[in-house]
């Protein structure tokens, strides 16, 4: 069965240091894969997906990048951090090439920058 | 650009109650219609997927419907128990990797 892991659950990081948030997905080939961010009293907004190794597309501007080194990893990172990075960060999966088995989220990382 | 309504925005049941969750969204052309439900502080899980050609689909005591030409779904949530306090999420996929775009949520109590 496919599972999708997240870590770190919990992060607290001064203004101006760097972010690596990890993600990986086991039990499946191919997949997409995405960054989603929920602000405090605001919805889930789209940050970052990719359909590939290396490929990636970026929904908003932002301080924060992706990368996807490996078919089953995306990470998100930022080189300096700003106070309105803080928030909840989901990783998600979907298959690639179909758009009829919906998505798959991680368990999240709550990061607060203070 | 794809709008996707939750109402209501709060809900507070009885327990035993049958209640019904509803989601719009502006575009029509989407690939499915995903429901979730958030715990305070947790992930998503995810309850209902509806296909674009489908009508509705049926998990335990939640029913979806979708109505892709009116941009309408529905979540009911039959004999509803205090476990179903949570928030509720419906998202519709379309386009390049079908993109999720995500209503704003309905927060769920149900009272003993």
């Known amino acids: 069965s496919q599972t999708i892991h997240q870590w770190p659950a919990t992060l607290v990081q001064p203004v101006g240091s760097p972010l690596s948030l990890e993600c990986t997905v086991e039990g499946t080939s191919n997949p997409n894969l995405y960054w989603y961010r929920q602000a405090a009293g605001r919805g889930l907004q789209l940050l970052f997906y990719?359909?590939?190794?290396?490929?990636i597309s970026s929904e908003v501007p932002q301080n924060l990048s992706a990368s996807r080194p490996q078919d089953r990893q995306f990470i998100l990172s930022s080189k300096k951090l700003l106070l309105s990075d803080s928030g909840f960060y989901l990783c998600?999966?979907?298959?690639?090439?179909?758009?009829?088995?919906?998505?798959?989220f991680g368990s999240g990382t709550r990061l607060t920058v203070v | 650009k794809q709008e996707v309504t939750q109402i209501p925005a709060a809900l507070s049941v009885p327990e035993g109650e049958n209640l019904v969750l509803n989601c719009s969204f502006t575009?029509?052309?989407?690939?499915?219609l995903q429901w979730f439900r958030q715990d305070p502080g947790k992930g998503l899980t995810s309850l209902l997927l509806i296909q674009s050609s489908q009508r509705e689909q049926t998990s335990g005591r939640l029913n979806a419907s979708l109505d892709k030409s009116s941009g309408r779904s529905t979540l009911y949530i039959a004999a509803s128990q205090p476990g179903d306090s949570a928030t509720y999420l419906c998202?519709?996929?379309?386009?390049?990797?079908?993109?999720?775009?995500f209503g704003t949520g309905t927060r769920l109590q149900v009272t003993l």
């Open positions: 998202a519709v996929g379309a386009g390049t990797a079908s993109k999720l775009t």
């Open positions: 998600a999966w979907s298959v690639r090439y179909s758009g009829g088995e919906g998505y798959t």
């Open positions: 575009d029509s052309a989407i690939y499915n």
């Open positions: 990719s359909v590939g190794i290396g490929q």
